[in-house]
């Protein structure tokens, strides 16, 4: 059966869970390790320190990405894994430089660690007015009066059918997010900073200057895009898609579609996911294997 690796993009988490996850299991010890030796700090300790309520901070995103690697060498160790392709929408492609062998691991923590200091930076003082807001339940046709309403927006996502990310001015978020449950929908988080929105050059930008510290190689299997769901298999093409990803909307049905097109039935989604996995536009189309860390922890049931 034809498979591909899945790395989700950052979802709200558990911290204490992925910490304990890092500390106990044995891969990700070893991930662990070679993660603090990276950075020169121990990690988990940053990871405590860490703000409670910022999801994106450097040791909170680090950690993500030491935690989906160590996931998919259980999924390979533990399952047979052995994909043919890899995505990693949005935060997820980063897992997917690692894994593809495009960077060292070591080089991939450090890039990490760095693209996220420098997009703290960058929002701090940008577009503070501007929020990214995810909701289902809305059809395509009800979502285009509703965002009609809006001074400005930008589609950041379309994850299923009635799955959206709009990039608005957070001044007109409750109005909105009233009109979403008008409409019969279900609003699902904010997102702060904002992401995947054209008015973001200047953080591209920047972000240009951070990848010129490392040198891309080819990955040793195909990169699927997830804006426009072209196979990525130049370190050319794959840089550009890397720093678009900051400017462009998610497209997570143009991936799914290339995979379908290229036979694949199995998808491993390795990580902490609370979205992915469980889209009808994933689960309809696919065997969904998810390896994360719930699974991974889990002790086995003792036989009466």
Known sequence: MSSAIVFPALSPLRRGELGTFLLVHPLARRRLAEADEALGYRLVDALADAPPDDDYAEPVQVAVLVAC???ADWA??????SPEYCV???????????YTGVLSFEDTVRLVDEIARTERDYFATEHRDVVTHSFVRVPADRLDDMLAGLSWHDVSGRLDADFHMVSLREAELDGFKAAIGAAGGYSLYTMRPPAHASLFTGVRARMEKVYESYALEAPRLPIVSYQDGALLTEPETLKAALLDGFVQP?????????????GVERLWVAGPDTMFSRLRSTSASF?????DIRRVMARPRRRL
């Open 250 to 262: 998610i497209r997570w049905l143009e991936a799914l579609e290339t995979l379908r097109e290229r």
């Open 69 to 71: 690697l160590a996931l």
């Open 76 to 81: 390979s160790q533990r399952l047979g894994a």
């Open 88 to 98: 990693g929408p949005s935060f997820g492609e980063r897992a997917a430089l690692a």
């Open 287 to 291: 065997e969904v294997e998810l390896c």
